[in-house]
């Protein structure tokens, strides 16, 4: 059985853009099975909640969900909701290059003394982060020995991913 599961968050009108460009609605059963799924549900338990009355067995269910789940107004409206639940995350738990720059700049630029909590350390770290995250920084591998250029590109970056990691353990 294929399933999905989302959170919710609540309930929309469901309309969406046939093919006729005529407006359809889901069913009130349907739009329930599709918000169930995005509640979190399996297929069988939306379905089920969707169609009570219904008396099939898990099986029958399962095909009868299915089905419904492969309806391409229910994909819509599940695909619309689903978009903008993701999109809802995505804009609450963004931070931004700004924010964390703003942060780190807070405490890399703090005069020494100025907060007992702040140490030395902090503030070199901090300011490390920012020039890392400003190019100042670069980590350059010098490599000696020979590469056959007859490989392609997927075989050169193992070869060279071996050798490092050749390299790191013998300065171990």
């Given amino acids: 059985m294929c399933q999905s599961s989302f959170l919710i968050l609540g309930w929309h009108s469901s309309y ?25 549900l399996s297929q069988r338990a939306a379905y089920r909640l969707a169609y009570p ?52 700049a807070l405490i890399g630029l703090m005069p020494i003394g100025t907060n007992e909590n702040v140490k030395t350390s902090d503030k070199n770290k901090s300011l490390e982060l920012i020039g890392k995250h400003l190019g100042m920084f670069t980590e350059k ?10 490989l392609n590109e997927e075989q050169q970056r193992d070869l060279i991913q071996e050798m490092l990691k050749e390299q790191k353990l013998l300065e171990l």
């Fill in 53 to 104: 009355n219904d008396k099939c067995s898990d099986n029958g269910v399962d095909v009868h969900a299915c089905e419904l789940f492969k309806n391409s107004k229910i994909l819509v409206r599940y695909n619309e909701l689903k978009d903008k639940i993701t999109n809802e995350i995505v804009d609450k738990a963004s931070v931004t290059v700004r924010q964390i720059l703003d942060e780190l």
């Fill in 141 to 150: 591998i010098e490599h000696s020995g020979f590469i056959n250029s007859n």
């Fill in 16 to 40: 969406m853009k046939g093919s006729d460009s005529m407006v359809t609605r889901l069913t009130d059963k349907q739009e329930q099975y599709v918000q169930g799924l995005i509640k979190g």
